[in-house]
């Protein structure tokens, strides 16, 4: 069963802008003008070069900490009158596509448009055959069905990916939900390496997407790296117990469905649920991931069959 579009019209405690509602509301609705705005404020850390930047990301990781829109247009704001006015690179905030996508929400929903961010692995990235990644979808009235959108693909990401499909509808067969790739690699787990994004690869990131889509589902929109509790314990950890990948696959199923009234019961779950009295605090950072990569090797990767 799925909940009616209209419970993605409202803010989560994340995508809401507060205070910047106001400049949110004013924008066009068009979803290209949306797209637009999100890459003139934001500009991802992989991509730096390609924009005349030589700074290194990781001189800038409390940017890619940033968890909430409201944060984000306050950064924003700190470098224009309008947080959302047109940017020169220099100027914009450090973003990955979990970022790029729930501005997007964000812009969305405060028009009253359904949307929700979505967490699995493109097919277009070139560094991993499914690399993980983050789209937002909104839901089309006229043409009634959910348009997955990757608002981080602007024309110089287009060109240099040689991207052949339109970025404000992305196919289907592009863009792999976190629940269709377990599933995928359980029939077939010798695919389960060619999932990942840098050094991380294999079942712990597919894992950890899947539970990262629930949340998305559930209008909870995860940092990307956010774990430390339950079944996410760590960025590198999977589960290998009986229960845990039964659990999974349900997890699964759900995501690869998009089925959001069974993703919310399944986000309650005791190995799912963010723990009583949680604090952001205690979850992995970008820096502290980052380090432990540079440090050590990641850990190895069991099959969870």
Avoid at 36 to 41: A, F, G, K
Avoid at 217 to 222: I, P, R, Y
Wanted: with cysteine; charged share 20%.
């Amino acid at each position: 069963m799925n909940l009616p579009t209209v419970y993605y019209t409202s803010h989560s405690a994340i995508s809401d802008p507060k205070h910047y509602l106001a400049q949110a509301k004013d924008c066009r609705s068009d979803i290209q003008s949306l797209v637009t705005m999100v890459q003139q404020n934001l500009i991802h850390p992989y991509w730096l070069e390609h924009y005349q930047l030589t700074t290194p990301f990781q001189t800038r990781l409390d940017e890619l900490q940033t968890r909430n829109v409201e944060q984000k247009l306050r950064w924003l704001s700190n470098t224009s009158k309008s947080a959302l006015q047109p940017k020169a690179p220099r100027q914009r905030m450090m973003g990955n596509c979990r970022d790029f996508s729930l501005l997007l929400v964000s812009l969305l929903r405060s028009q009253g448009i359904a949307a929700r961010a979505r967490c699995g692995f493109a097919r277009y990235l070139g560094m991993y055959r499914f690399e993980d990644h983050w789209i937002c979808e909104y839901w089309h009235q006229s043409q009634q069905r959910w348009v997955m959108v990757d608002a981080q693909l602007d024309l110089i990401q287009q060109d240099i990916l040689n991207i052949q499909f339109d970025p404000l509808d992305v196919p289907q067969e592009q863009f792999v939900f976190a629940g269709k790739a377990w599933q995928d690699c359980r029939l077939n787990p010798q695919l389960s390496e060619q999932h990942g994004i840098l050094s991380f690869k294999g079942w712990p990131i597919i894992q950890g997407n899947v539970i990262r889509d629930i949340f998305a589902l559930s209008k909870v929109e995860l940092l990307a790296w956010d774990c430390g509790w339950g079944l996410q314990a760590h960025y590198l950890h999977h589960s290998v117990k009986t229960d845990d990948v039964e659990l999974l696959d349900t997890l699964a199923m759900a995501s690869a469905t998009s089925n959001s009234q069974l993703a919310i019961e399944l986000s309650q779950h005791p190995k799912v649920a963010l723990p009583k009295n949680w604090n952001w605090r205690k979850a992995q950072s970008i820096s502290s991931l980052l380090a432990e990569l540079t440090t050590k090797e990641p850990l190895p990767l069991n099959n969870p069959i």
